[in-house]
């Protein structure tokens, strides 16, 4: 089946925003194996919209549309498509019910032209919308399936998974599922762990097996096709078992996982508090662990040392190791990690200590790390060599100190 | 002249990135008068793309490429543009020593089809990649202009800004110029800045009046149209200054500012340095502010004290503070910045103590934040409300921290 995504919305033409609705359609239509041909944006305008309409009948299976369901003047989409395929408009009582609702609940009137926003077109199987007052519809026309869809993302995509996925899933005629689960690695690159893979990456196409880099980190999507949920998963672990063998060290999570989230769990597992000193990394690492509800439970707190002065006089690093070996060294990360684990009684401690550049320190080439994670049974330190810009350096010496961490997470619970 | 953009790219298709370089470009044109009435977004396939530039060129005066300028097979998009217009490919010299000097200071030599990046649609305005190696270009056939930009948004910006933009503005027939200031405000919602200034937005066509709420801020364009630079730079002041009359106390900075690289400037023309303490806020001040090249001048160092063990064992609060107040209260956030100022030996201190949630601290509900600002003069405390997520509540208590900051600067220098 070919797809195309249409977005109605003259934001969008001024580059007031990206049409990342498109990308998160896309995104999911790739999962299940729909291809998307071409996506294309049109304002709010009836006639370049049924000109589109138009060209979109010549060569997709689905036409997908976003934006233009609300309740102003500006809103035509489904008057427009409505009126390409001949078809009128009605109103849906469970939409109505569910507007009336809102103004309920808001104690305000219902003005009139939010009745409009109820309307479907005809013949619709109406997707609810559970974060807004538009509903979506799907519409069969002349053999073409037409799909519209509200356009913010936070009513979009719920309605996308949770009620359009199913129902474009039930349209393939081999009613096949398609399962996908995404591996994420870190302390490997892209290249070396395609090496590794390469001989299963060439060699399946069923389950495939796509390698991606992003954000500083690699991850691995195994995707499944087969008749049954249970299948595809049971061919989806046994590729996942083989990958484990090869790289399984490198892996610290699966799907929506992040960095920060594995280690606020692994920590919460252990039992264990977390403290910080970060010099270079200027307070990332913080604020990711930070933006984990909960955190608190662990995380006892942190230093931002940016400063020769803040690593003495805040954490107490003993000032002959910053004169003696520099503030970027491993004598500085490892005292900068057992002075974070004392000061704030907690059971490990991280530092970070390097050169995010644009400059270089104390004669200290852009792009050196040293990480230090202190113990209850002695410090560790890890030294990087990173490359990139001052953005990059950072994000990618945050992840690898939470990627350190995890290790020992790991090993101290073996 | 009427514009549209088409992007060439499976990846885009494959939802793997957003079409923001549609946004970049919309953005520029809207600035400077010229309508975009479509984007399109196509694989890597010669055949669809030549069936959208027919449809571009029944439609529109400009048509704008993005991507698929590159070395590889999958790049085609001058080569197919050619074959609509019935043209050729040409070598640029200019370019061509551009890829040699890259690959002579790589020390690595050049494999042929990167020759291929060199090569332009012949009679073409070559635009220069100063971020790159493939060049950009413009065209002109039967009327209708044809641009090509690299994909990268590395070496598109600066490309469409630098050599692109001079381009479209000398072919606009009444040879104006449009100019546009964005004023940058914090401490003021979008609605109570609107009803302030709601004369002025409603009662002006040149220059126009925008105002737009994005992250967590609000920002006001105006954009004057007319046939000097000089004049329209005039024509915006006199605009400008009628909005400072009324609002300027909530402007913090303009154009590509932030609170963050504004206050960093700041304090560098004050000869101050700062410290801080974060609780809430978990770190983000810390990182927004060492995002910042050269911010080691001035930012001497921060605490994360997420916990009431981290501020009363590493920052040095009062225990008697935490117990009789709680850790959210105007008295510990006041203890808060004196400590991280002493510790430090700051001239100027931050703290912010507070409920991000989702959950309650202490009895105080989500939302309630105090910041504390301590100077050589004594201390303040501000206290607020705010609502929304997590992650919103994290990022307004950061950036009204920076304001309240950036206040306390402009009065001490007064």
Redesign the interface.
């Known amino acids: 089946m070919k797809a195309e995504i249409i977005a109605v919305g003259t934001e ?9 609705n ?9 999962e299940v194996g729909i291809d ?8 709010d305008n009836a006639a ?1 919209l049924a000109g ?1 309409v138009e ?1 979109a009948q010549q060569r997709s299976d689905i036409i997908i549309f976003t934006g233009g369901l609300g309740p102003t003047k500006d809103d035509l989409t489904k008057e427009t498509i409505a009126r390409c395929m001949g078809k009128t408009l009605v109103e849906n009582s469970e939409a109505m019910e569910q507007i009336l609702a809102f103004f309920a609940r808001r104690g305000t009137p219902m003005t009139e032209n939010n009745r409009k926003q109820a309307l479907v077109i005809e013949g619709s199987t109406v997707f609810p919308n559970d974060h807004g007052m538009a509903p979506g519809m799907a519409v069969e026309s002349s053999g073409i399936r037409y799909l519209l869809f509200p356009g913010p993302p936070k009513e979009l995509n719920p309605m996308f998974e949770n009620y359009a996925l199913p129902y474009l899933l039930s349209l393939s005629s081999d009613s096949q599922v398609v399962h996908s689960k995404v591996l994420r690695f870190y302390g490997i690159g892209e290249s070396l762990l395609e090496e590794k893979l390469i001989d299963l990456i060439d060699g399946q196409s069923n389950p495939t097996i796509a390698p ?1 880099a992003n954000e500083a980190e690699v991850t691995i999507r195994i995707t499944a096709k087969t008749d049954t949920t249970q299948k595809a998963d049971e061919m989806i672990s046994e590729v996942e078992k083989e990958i484990e063998r090869r790289v399984g060290e490198f892996i610290y999570g699966y799907n929506q996982d992040s960095l920060h989230s594995v280690l606020v769990g692994k920590l919460k597992e252990n039992g264990l508090t977390l ?2 000193a ?1 010099s ?8 990711l ?3 984990i ?4 439970e662990v ?9 020769e ?3 003495v ?2 954490l107490g690093v003993d000032p002959a190791l910053t004169q003696k070996y520099g503030t970027v060294s491993e004598e500085v990360a490892s005292a900068m990690a057992v002075q974070a684990k004392t ?3 907690a059971d490990i401690a991280l530092s970070v200590t390097g050169v ?4 270089t320190v104390e004669g200290k080439p852009v792009g050196q790390i040293f990480i230090g994670v202190a113990t209850a049974t002695g410090e560790k330190v890890y030294s990087l060599k990173l490359s990139g810009t ?2 990059g350096i ?1 994000l990618r010496a945050a992840k690898y100190g939470m990627y350190y961490l995890l290790k020992e997470l790991v090993n101290e619970r073996n």
Chains 1, 2 share one sequence.
């Open positions: 969008l033409l001024l580059g007031q925003i990206a049409n990342t498109a990308q998160f359609i896309s995104k999911k239509l790739a998307v041909l071409y996506h294309s944006v049109v304002g370049r589109l060209t991606l403290s910080l970060e270079c990394t200027g307070g990332l690492i913080s604020h662990i930070t933006n509800p909960g955190s608190s995380y006892a707190g942190g230093y931002v040392s940016y400063t002065k803040a690593k006089q805040a000061n704030m009684s995010a550049g644009p400059g001052r953005e950072q």
